[in-house]
């Protein structure tokens, strides 16, 4: 059985597009934000429901607005908007239900018949979509009397007014002001001469984005249009079938840190230059801030900060994720232990802004982790973090720290900190897993 999993890949422009070329890409992405708000506006609403699965009324009804005329817009581009926005809607409307359903189960006044009708007519969509609207639900024959049954056996419209009331509240306009890319099918598209040709507002004229891989992909792609100067970005989505490694036998404890991402309970480090590249970009947004502020009246905007910005974060992405890389394949574990992110951090000491670019990162860590052990069938086991670095993992005892070091007066054992602290999260999760108190075994 071959088990995928979801991923996003990445395509660069190498280096900025011409300005002309980039001004194409805007434009289109500026009308798809239209086309996208179009629809928002037009189908965000109860009445649209009942169309709202599979859709195709919605496209034909979109093929009649003439929008696309009057916009000049290929069609490719404006039907992948039209159903970009629907899926956007749909994503609302089912978030809408699970708060419903979620308010509805910690309401002390649903009898258990009441909440299994409330799930029923919130899963069936035609049901939902008849309640909002005050009609009488069209169902197809075996679905049509588990209702009426369920129906039958509660106050109805007590809980149809219910529904009615939790989604009014839930009520919000869809909107989005942001034209920072559009997606496109492989109509739109041709890979070739080491980049991407893509279809323009301009009949038969293609922009050419020479890219820095010479990969090349069938499906529905993503183009992040940059700010000038900027690297064009296309994201690819793909199916990537999870690895599985015979040889990753060991347990690895872990530990999370600012300076160095990883360490292991066996002293090895992984990302030792964390602190210093984290540490060099805070440095850099400060002065830019700094001359910012000073300079406000004749800069005309932050577009080329903001593209230094994101590049300067991506390229720590890219260390960050060769060095999660590195772990995998040079700890080959079977099993990582890794303590649970603390409420609150220490903020005391760390300069604020750093603090927090920090504490950012650490998300993005924990989320690449995650996904690496994912893909390479590693499991990732969160033990219990309170303590983790202040407790000796020979006996347990509460022991001191100084320069990075870790000293336990109980039984005087000497040990780099992090390394003390991973040695712990091993430790606890081994005790986690073998039951408390019992020795753990060495696995087999
Ligand atoms: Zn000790």
Not at 126 to 144: D, S
Not at 319 to 335: A, G, T
Request: hydrophobic content about 30%.
């Amino acid at each position: 059985m071959a088990e995928t999993v979801c991923k996003t890949l990445r395509q660069y422009s190498s280096g900025a597009i011409p300005e002309a070329d980039r001004k194409k890409l805007e434009e289109i992405a500026e009308d798809y934000c239209r086309v996208k708000n179009y629809v928002y506006q037009r189908y965000g609403g109860v009445g649209s429901l009942p169309i709202l699965y599979p859709g195709y009324t919605v496209q034909n009804q979109m093929t009649g607005s003439g929008l696309r005329e009057k916009m000049g817009l290929p069609s490719v581009y404006f039907y992948c908007a039209v159903f970009d926005a629907l899926g956007d809607i749909r994503a609302w409307w089912s978030r809408v239900k699970t708060g419903i359903q979620e308010a509805a189960a910690k309401n002390p006044g649903f009898s258990a018949e009441d909440l299994h009708y409330l799930r029923f007519v919130l899963k069936v969509n035609n049901c939902f979509a008849a309640i909002l609207n005050h009609t009488e639900p069209e169902l197809p024959e075996g679905i049509g009397e588990k209702y009426r049954e369920l129906a039958g056996s509660v106050d109805a419209v007590k809980l149809d007014g219910y529904i009615r009331r939790q989604a009014r509240k839930r009520q919000k306009k869809l909107n989005t002001d942001r034209a920072e890319g559009f997606s496109m099918t492989e109509r739109a598209y041709r890979y070739g001469d080491h980049g991407i040709y893509i279809a323009t507002k301009e009949k038969r004229k293609r922009v050419f984005i020479p890219l820095t891989d010479g990969n090349s992909y069938k499906r529905q792609l993503y183009v992040r249009v940059p700010e000038p100067e900027g690297r064009v970005e296309i994201l690819v989505p793909a199916q990537v079938r999870i690895k599985s490694h015979e040889d990753y036998r060991n347990e690895t404890g872990l530990s999370m840190g600012m300076q160095v991402m990883l360490t292991t309970d066996g002293g090895r480090a992984y990302g030792e230059r964390l602190g210093e590249v984290s540490f060099r970009n805070a440095e850099w947004i400060r002065e830019q801030t700094k001359s910012y502020r000073k300079n406000r009246k004749d800069n005309p905007g932050r577009k080329k900060y903001r593209e230094q910005k994101r590049r300067r974060e991506e390229r720590l992405h890219a260390y960050i994720n060769e060095e999660l890389n590195r772990f995998l394949r040079e700890e080959k574990p079977e099993r990582v232990y890794l303590p649970k992110l603390q409420g609150k951090g220490k903020a005391g000491k760390v300069k604020k802004y750093n603090y927090y670019a920090s504490m950012w990162q650490k998300g993005y860590i924990r989320k690449r982790l995650e996904i690496k052990c994912r893909e390479h069938s590693v499991e990732l086991v969160e033990v219990f973090g309170k303590d983790i670095s202040a407790e000796c993992s020979r006996c347990g005892a509460i022991g001191k720290k100084e320069g990075g070091m870790f000293y336990c007066p109980a039984c005087g054992r000497e040990e780099e900190e992090k390394t003390n602290a991973a040695q712990n999260a091993k430790k606890r999760g081994r005790r986690g897993r073998h039951g408390e108190g019992g020795e753990p075994e060495e696995s087999s």
